[in-house]
């Protein structure tokens, strides 16, 4: 028998085949549960050793043991499982899956299986031919160990829906829903957490799985099953199959199914063994439905939670998942943000804003989001210094993630709190304005977004203050930006930025170096383009048009000569946006406005001028056709306009 570490390493490299055979089986039974072992027999370079037997040998006993042997280094150490990566370890126990032997298959996938536990290792090489189909068709084999080892493997490869489309795509499917209906527990439990993967944020599959019509009755029993894991992988499958649901058939068809699982969802946070997993799907159950939002503060949900996270310790997946769902519980009803702050709540969730796992800092700042969904909750006194710093911090996290979520909650605080915008001014203009030029399109949005949002009603100085910040084109690409409500932000930023006194209206004037308005127009030549948000950027046009309007006399014909007056004609014939209609009539006011008292430097007489070329270009005609418009606010702002066409000859 071989015992000393340097003599089995010595032995593996043996010209004779019994020899390779006992040192394996030796090295294989040194490492089992001790981690001290494995890694003096990786120092000893024991890892290339067994991956070259694996990768040359074909006797059937020695590829067994040599795969164990693998699956037992990568078994809970991440030294072990780098090893096996760096000396090419996957690629020889994927090969194990075409082999004729039996054993050889079981011992290969069984390693796999231990391999992919950790994030390390790489999911590619699975959807590689032959290798991702000889993965599949295990799943089906008579053997049972085989079907549950390969739906093991499949649950790890499934982080992205190219993944899952793929194993979808090679028939993992028909497999997986027969394994569910093994007598097996052990494959029952491996097929729901292969289903629970596929099915995650992936509508087609969703509908591929809901296709079996016994499948939600199967699932639906197996949230009554005695073990508590295999209640909560069925919860989160069903959970999953419902976002291919529409609002209505969630609402009318599937809320007592729900709510059914809520109870159980609910019930297993008194279960130690997977309470880490329980709020997360709890968060993704309820966050399409206030009805069931209101069924987990009914189940007293939120006060368990909190409780949680103010007794701790939880793990980091725990408290992440209680805080994505708190955030989700609060969004839209009232009684759930008081109770988090009853519960005494807060003092964590403003600490986990500086967690140091970055899934935590952005749950928690999608929390805080939820928590300032309404003016009395931005005027609480807990939105102070302690949460906003945090926050603004957060815009300069490596991940994009906690970006988006701090920049998103920083929108919500931004509408409310003159402090909290001079924060953002002195600590995190700079931020913001860089975030509006990631390549991430959702950061990009919340960026200009909390940008908007910055400059309402803000003050002159301040307003002078963004205006030497960010460059003017930075904005004029945010206004062609692939995404149409990145355009919509970034135009209701210059409407803001108009919205003020005639000297700052000069300055952004100048700041645009008198692009705006010809930006504008080009704008509005997209008219009745059949896009809700291209009308809700041509309707930000028009109120920067109408606010630049309000200025001097330079800018009302700076706004006449700028090709706006003949997209005017357009926008009051647009049917589908009242919005559009409203805008439009405001620009005519203001260019047409004149009274006793006008603005200094202006006069009757250029209004009536400005008047008579809208009048010879169909403005007033077209007005006289909306006198009957169904919206109420057009016809009222319609008689306004009209009288100033009055007496103008």
Known sequence: MLHKPQEIVEKLGSYDAETRLRAVRSLKNEIIGSKSKKLTFIGLGAVPQVVKILSSEKEGALLVQAAAALGSFAYGTEGGVRAVLDSEGVAQLLDTLSNEDEKVIESGVRS?????????????????EPALNRLVSLLSMQKTSFGRLAACVLARCCKTKEQQDAFVGAGALPGLLKLLESPNRNCQEAALDALSALSRKN???????????????????????RSSRVKLLACSTLTNLSSCLTPEELA????????????????LLNETAVRDQVPEVLSRLTERSQELQRAAYEADAVRRLCSFLVEGPCSSQMKEGILRCLGTLCMDLQECRKQIQDSKAIKPIVSALEDPVAGVRAAAACCVRGMTRSVKDLRADWIDESTTTPLVKLLNDPNTDVQENACSTLCNLLLEFTRVKHLILDQGLRQVIALTQSMDADLRFNAVWALKNLSFQLEVEKVQQVLRELPWEYVRGLLDDPEQRVQSQAM???QNMCSSEQTVIQAVMEWS?????SVVAQKLEKVQSQNPETDTAISAALRVASNVATGMPVHQEAVMDSGIPDQLLRCLRCEEDKDVRVSAVWC???LTWRDELPMPGTSAEQARSRARVLRDIGIEEEL???????????????K?????????D
């Not at 170096?513 to 308005?517: C, H, N, Q, W, Y």
């Open 624 to 638: 006289h056709e909306m006198v009957d418009d169904p919206e109420l606010d057009v016809r009222e702002r319609v």
């Open 492 to 494: 209701r930023f210059l």
């Open 203 to 225: 509508d087609g599959v969703c509908q591929s799985i809901l296709k079996n019509e016994c499948t939600e009755k199967i699932l639906t029993r197996f949230t009554k099953d």
């Open 513 to 517: 170096r008198v692009e705006l308005l």
């Open 112 to 128: 796999l299986k231990m391999l992919l536990q950790s994030g390390l290792t790489p999911r590619d090489p699975i959807f590689v």
């Open 252 to 267: 009318e068809n599937s809320y007592h199914q729900h709510k059914h699982i809520l109870q159980v969802l609910v019930k």
């Open 588 to 590: 005519i006011i203001n």
């Open 640 to 648: 306004t306009a009209l009288g100033f066409f009055k007496d103008i």
